[in-house]
Nanobody
């Protein structure tokens, strides 16, 4: 497992943008797939986006396509989530996760064993 620390959450108006970062504690994460998930109050944790260890493959939940962009910088052991055109329904705690996973698994939260503490994103209408 690796330690993950998210940052960049906050309050933004609808239509605005936010960028989240997730820094891994060790270079081991460079060989891990990484994902972003979110959980709104009273709801289950949902998949947002994921990226393969090399960064060559990215995946998005349908409602995020065209609005969110996931990327990674392995030299910095960091994965990013750029969010644009934010909507009130995007309000949630956003978590990053990392694990050594195949491409068929990286959208599945239960496959990840390393999780960050989460960062709150609030979108006001």
């Amino acid at each position: 497992q690796v330690q993950l620390v998210e940052s960049g959450g906050g309050l933004v108006q609808a239509g605005g943008s936010l960028s989240l970062s997730c820094a891994a504690s060790t270079g081991t994460a460079r060989s891990y797939a990484m994902g972003w998930f979110r959980q709104a109050p009273g709801k289950e944790r949902d998949f947002v986006a994921a990226i393969s260890w090399s960064g060559s493959r990215t995946y998005y939940a349908d409602s995020m396509k065209g609005r969110f962009t996931i990327s990674r910088d392995n030299a910095k052991n960091t994965v990013y989530l750029q969010m644009t055109s934010l909507k009130p329904e995007d309000t949630a705690v956003y978590y990053c996760a990392a694990d050594r996973l195949g491409l068929g698994e990286i959208t599945i939260s239960s496959r990840y064993t390393s999780w960050g503490q989460g960062t709150q994103v609030t979108v006001s209408s």
